[in-house]
Every structure is written in structure tokens, then in C-alpha cells.
């Protein structure tokens, strides 16, 4: 990936979601940027952002907590209210039937570009492979309650669907249902693994190991830090190695975080170029008992 010097954290996170490669290989799977020329505007528009950072940053908060999921959708909706490519007609646009609601529409909106209405379905996601099988179902969450498979029924069978409601085509005609789908899927730490059915070749991969294997992990690098959501989303520069943990305390730390939570945590390998630090690999780290003893 390629990244730029911003310094604000969710404009960070923005070029993340806008550059990162898309998760999935499907007719519908869309990418936000048109054109080398489409992504270097985006850049200035991020720049320019950049210049003014406590005004990006009360608009986040002025949101509120919001779980990792939803604070994605926010940070492409932010740009896409800046960005002239695209004119935003609904966000999180509900269907009901009397008083109750069977479903939501993530995005719609104009694609100025093709001149098209499109429905958008925004996801981000994070699975492990625990067979090297290329069935869906062997990408596991690292909660196990969910998994690929599952989600790939929800997104095509249930949401894609919804922008031909009737009440939809009537309020927007000849709308095209895309699929924007970013994260990371993670494989066993050097051993074999396959790309499961609908995922892009060229998606974001991580590996995943064992907390009692973590100490074989000191000789990859120098700089790590444990991302806890939402900073699951990636695209985070720094420009002091005081940001980092060695690798010393990442063993410490990771070690106490999974002994009071029981939950696998997400580390990230930084590098150095020039006088930036940014993500070079990601790595999960589970108890020795995932997937079998897992905390929701």
C-alpha cells in the first residue's frame, strides 16, 4: 500500500479505507477511487483536511462511541461528502413494513463519474483460517461466531437485494448494488494455507499464531504495536519510534491484555522509510485453546 504523510488519525484511517485492496472477487465488489487522477485529489482533499485537525476531530466525536464497524462507514462518508465524484443521497437509508424494520441500506448515492445511482453495502471484516480448505466457512472471526460464509450469504442473498425493494425503485430508479468490502483475512503462521472461494487474490493477508509460538515472532522487526479497535483499521503513520513497543514488551503486553480479556489481539510490524513509520505486517495472536475456548 501506499501511504501519504497526513497526521490526523481518522484521515489516516480514510486513505486506509479508500486505498486498501478490496476483500472480495465479485461482479458487484466496487473501489472507491476511478482514476490515478481520482486518487491523487483525494489526497489533496486529505491534505487540505489535515490542515485543520481539531475541526476533523470534533466531527468524530461528535458522533460518539460507535462500534468498529459503524465508525468505518463514518470515515468513507466523511470523504464522500467532500469528495465531487460522488453525491450522497441517503446514509443508512432503513426499510420497514408497518412499524418494523426489515432491513437498511448502507449507502446510496450518485457516482458523478458514470453518471449512476449506486446502493453500496460497506463492510469491513477480519477472519482466520483454521483449514487449509478453500470453503468459506473455514474463515472464522476471531470471535468464531462469525464467519465468512455466513457473511457472504448475508451481503449477497439478504443486503444487495434491498435496493430492488419497491419502495426503493420508486424513490430511486435503476439503482446498481455495489459491494465495498475492506479489512484483512489472516492465515496460519508458516504453514499452508489456500485463498477461499470469493475472496480477491490480491486482498490485505495477515498470519495468525498461537500466543504460546508469539516469542518465534523477535526476529521479524523492531517496531510493534497492539492495535486495539478501532485501530483494527489500518493505515496509522508515526514519525517517533517512542510509538513502538520492542519487542519485549509486546510479549509482556499482548501476554497480560489476553489473560484479563481472553480475546485474540491484532499486532502490527511497522517500518521505516525516510522519516515515517508505517505498517509493513499484521499479525493475530489467539490462545493456545482458539478456536475451541474462545470469549465472545
Known amino acids: 500500500m501506499n501511504f501519504i504523510a497526513l497526521k490526523n488519525l481518522h484521515l489516516q484511517r480514510i486513505w486506509w479505507a479508500i486505498t486498501s485492496p478490496s476483500l472480495l472477487a465479485h461482479p458487484q465488489q466496487t473501489q472507491y477511487f476511478h482514476s490515478p487522477a481520482h486518487l491523487a485529489a483525494l489526497a489533496e482533499i486529505l491534505r487540505q483536511e489535515d490542515q485543520n485537525p481539531a475541526?476533523?476531530?470534533?466531527?468524530f466525536e461528535n458522533l460518539g462511541h460507535l462500534p468498529m464497524g459503524r465508525y468505518f462507514e463514518q470515515l468513507l462518508f466523511f470523504i464522500l461528502q467532500r469528495d465531487p465524484h460522488y453525491e450522497v443521497l441517503a446514509e443508512n437509508r432503513q426499510l420497514f413494513e408497518g412499524k418494523i424494520t426489515i432491513g437498511e441500506l448502507d449507502l446510496i448515492l450518485r457516482n458523478n463519474h458514470s453518471g449512476k445511482l449506486?446502493?453500496?453495502?460497506?463492510a469491513l471484516k477480519f477472519y482466520l483460517q483454521v483449514k487449509n480448505n478453500p470453503a468459506p466457512q473455514h474463515m472464522l472471526g476471531p470471535s468464531t461466531q462469525d464467519n465468512l460464509e455466513k457473511k457472504l450469504l448475508k451481503l449477497i442473498g439478504a443486503q444487495l437485494p434491498l435496493s430492488q425493494k419497491d419502495e426503493i425503485r420508486q424513490e430511486f430508479p435503476q439503482l446498481e448494488a455495489k459491494l465495498f468490502v475492506k479489512g484483512i483475512f489472516f492465515y496460519p503462521w508458516q504453514k499452508p494455507f489456500c485463498i477461499s472461494a470469493g475472496v480477491s487474490p490480491t486482498?490485505?493477508?495477515?498470519?495468525?499464531?498461537?500466543?504460546?509460538?508469539?516469542?518465534?515472532?523477535?526476529t521479524t522487526g523492531d517496531y510493534w504495536r497492539i492495535?486495539?479497535?478501532?485501530?483494527?483499521?489500518?493505515?496509522?503513520?508515526?514519525?517517533?519510534p517512542e510509538a513502538f513497543l520492542s519487542?519485549?514488551?509486546?510479549?509482556?503486553d499482548c501476554t497480560k491484555l489476553m489473560q484479563e480479556t481472553e480475546r485474540p489481539q491484532l499486532i502490527a510490524l511497522y517500518t521505516k522509510s525516510e522519516a515515517?513509520?508505517?505498517?509493513?505486517?499484521?499479525?493475530?495472536?489467539?490462545?493456545?485453546?482458539?478456536p475451541k475456548s474462545n470469549k465472545v
Open 55 to 59: 475541526l476533523v476531530n470534533a466531527h
Open 247 to 252: 519487542f519485549k514488551e509486546l510479549m509482556r
Open 118 to 122: 449506486e446502493h453500496w453495502e460497506i
Open 203 to 218: 486482498h490485505l493477508s495477515g498470519e495468525w499464531l498461537k500466543l504460546s509460538a508469539l516469542s518465534k515472532l523477535q
Open 276 to 290: 515515517l513509520y508505517t505498517e509493513e505486517k499484521y499479525f493475530v495472536i489467539v490462545g493456545d485453546g482458539w
Open 227 to 240: 492495535k486495539n479497535k478501532p485501530a483494527w483499521i489500518g493505515g496509522e503513520i508515526y514519525t517517533k
